[in-house]
């Protein structure tokens, strides 16, 4: 039918090629898909036809970003902002619900030429050139984009947009951003999710790979043996790895710390993991000290985490009220039977039942120890280290 139209001289519509490029997409017609992006129907717009321009705009961008061509996707970013932004402030009736990295955001025609149709065409693009930036660990391209859309546009980043930087940032324990994600989280209105806050008090507290490890004492030594040959200078950033493809990401080490054995100091963030842990009791108006409330519900990541580090600030009353309120989440769910995240998370309940166990003994809390036992029974709980029942 595209080529039946063509053959007698009718000019495609951007309507007409919005199906065409997302087929040409699926089925890897690249002729056709390059055939359909270099369409110069965009250079008969003046700067006032912005929301027509944002549409055609950001249809063109997502084809070029499924061609993995994000270069000429931000130039069509680019020549976006050049747009007037339209003056007819009506707001879109729904949360619009589109598939990042494709063309289809749903917005009903008749706000389709709207100031906040505008603004979710850009966010869509701004956010599909992220998270092709996050998946080549380009993080300060990605960043410096994410400041740029806050600035530029009224709309808040999603709350997915959010959880890609928190990923990135968990999986290499760069608290320091983690808490700046945090904070601009809060600032722009965006409440983080149970993923959210799972990776922000999980990251603080969990134990790198031993390669992770070493590469971090290697790069330690590196700077270290270069600062040493030239004290009067301080060592360059050129002597690390370059911020690039190729990058890990990890956090720097400091300079006296050149052995694997030491850097256990500075992998654990105790005081960051219970800043977190607070922090969601807060945004949930929840009362931390009332193990029945039923506003903040922790999974058993988040609990096993917690535990561990208020076991590393030596406050056993604190681990076992934790495990408390884990034991009485788990029979809320599953009053009758053994609840489901036993089954899903056998590894962190184990070291919940651990540390409970510990913390009890820590105290000489002989009745407390006693039924954190039986409920190891009732629930057919296996130690990682075996506990004589005599403790």
Known sequence: FYDEMLSRGIEPTELAKKPLIKLARNVGERRLLKALLESPETEKLTTLHAATAARMLSNRAQAFIAEYDVDSAKSQLEQLLMYHIP??????????????????????????????????????LYESIMRIYIIRRRANDAHELLDDMRRTIYLPPTRMAYNWFIRFHA?????????????????????????????????????????????????????????????????????????????????????????????HNIVYHPQACTRFYKSMFLEHEADIDDLRSEKCQPNAHIINSVM????????????????QRFVRYQHRLSPHQRPPDLMKSIIPVAHIFKMALDAARVINNQWMARKILAQMDVWGVRLPNPISKEA
Do not use: W
């Open 308 to 323: 561990c580090a208020y076991t590393m600030l030596e406050k056993p009353v604190l681990v076992l009220r934790e495990f």
């Open 87 to 124: 003056k007819d402030t009506r707001a879109v009736p729904f949360s619009p619900g589109y598939s990042v990295g494709s063309a289809d955001i749903k917005i009903p025609l008749d706000f389709t030429r709207t100031r906040e149709a505008f603004f979710i065409y850009t966010r869509s």
């Open 171 to 263: 999986k290499r324990k760069n608290i320091q951003k983690l808490h700046e994600m945090h904070d601009m989280m809060l600032q722009d209105g965006v409440m983080p999710d149970e993923y959210a806050y799972t990776k922000f008090i999980t990251s603080c507290m969990y134990h790198p790979n031993p390669s992770r490890l070493q590469k971090l004492v290697d790069t330690a030594t590196r700077r270290a043996y270069f600062g040493a040959k030239d004290e009067e200078h301080e060592p360059t950033v050129g002597l690390d790895e370059p911020e690039g493809v190729h990058s890990s990401g990890l956090p720097d080490v400091p300079r006296h710390i050149t052995e694997l054995a030491n850097i």
